[in-house]
Nanobody
Framework: QVQLVESGGGLVQVGGSLRLSCAAS????????LGWFRQAPGTEREFVAG?????????YYADFVKGRFTISRDNAKNMVALQMNSLKPEDTAIYYC?????????????????WGQGTQVTVSS
């Protein structure tokens, strides 16, 4: 069982930065693939970024955040982070972290076993 709790959301101006964190419980945190998703009002939840299990050497990003967002993990602290730079109004959404024991397609919600409650990010123009 893994419990995930996001933090770090808030209101930021266009071009600004935010760092989201997701704290996890569970002794097997290192073995999970971790992902960040987001959901804006009236839209489907979409994949944002993912990081491989254990050493986290493999990083994956949706095209719309490449070069702006960076995902990282700290297994010693049971945490995954999403550094978001050069924020745009279209980045406004609730951001969720998720954990998957085995990932067939990281972009699909059903690939993930555990989800956090989400944290709101609002980018104002």
């Amino acid at each position: 069982q893994v419990q995930l709790v996001e933090s770090g959301g808030g209101l930021v101006q266009v071009g600004g930065s935010l760092r989201l964190s997701c704290a996890a419980s569970g002794r097997t945190f290192s073995s999970y693939f971790l992902g960040w998703f987001r959901q804006a009002p009236g839209t489907e939840r979409e994949f944002v970024a993912g990081i491989s299990s254990w050493s986290g050497l493999s990083l994956y990003y949706a095209d719309f955040v490449k070069g702006r967002f960076t995902i990282s993990r700290d297994n010693a602290k049971n945490m995954v982070a999403l550094q978001m730079n050069s924020l745009k109004p279209e980045d406004t959404a609730i951001y969720y972290c998720a954990a998957a024991k085995e990932v067939l397609d990281m972009r699909l919600r059903r690939s993930y076993d555990y989800w956090g409650q989400g944290t709101q990010v609002t980018v104002s123009s």
